[in-house]
Structure formats: structure tokens, C-alpha cells
């Protein structure tokens, strides 16, 4: 039986992620919740916190998907 250390390495991104979100969820709440002033209305600092946080959850979507995706057979 062959080790897959990238099944293992994304096991422990993903526990090391979780539990940073864990622990700041006030932080993280008020940095997602951001995407909400993008729109007109809002200060430029505030559209382009905004735009970043929506930023940041595209490409970690894209990355969970190619992960998910990806067929890792060497």
C-alpha cells in the first residue's frame, strides 16, 4: 500500500484552516461579511475589503474543486 502524502498534506491544510477559523470566527464573520458592501452606497475602502473577501472564496473554491477533481494516479 502506496502513501498518498497529497491526500495527506490537504487533510492537514484543511485542520489547520478549520481551526483558525474556529478560534477567530468574530474576525473571520466581519471579513466575509464585506462581500455585503461591495455595491454602491459604501466607501471605496469598504467595496475593495469587499471585493477581496469575494476574491479570496473564489480561489479557494477553485482550488477545493481541482483538488477534488484532480486524478493523482503516478
Known sequence: MRIL???I???ILTAVAT???IR???AT???LGNVAR???GHSTDEQTLGLIA???CGVVLVAIVRLLTRNHRD
Open 24 to 26: 477567530y470566527r468574530t
Open 19 to 21: 481551526a483558525v477559523l
Open 54 to 56: 469575494f476574491g479570496i
Open 38 to 40: 461591495i455595491g454602491p
Open 5 to 7: 502524502w497529497h491526500n
Open 29 to 31: 464573520a466581519t471579513f
Open 9 to 11: 498534506l490537504a487533510l
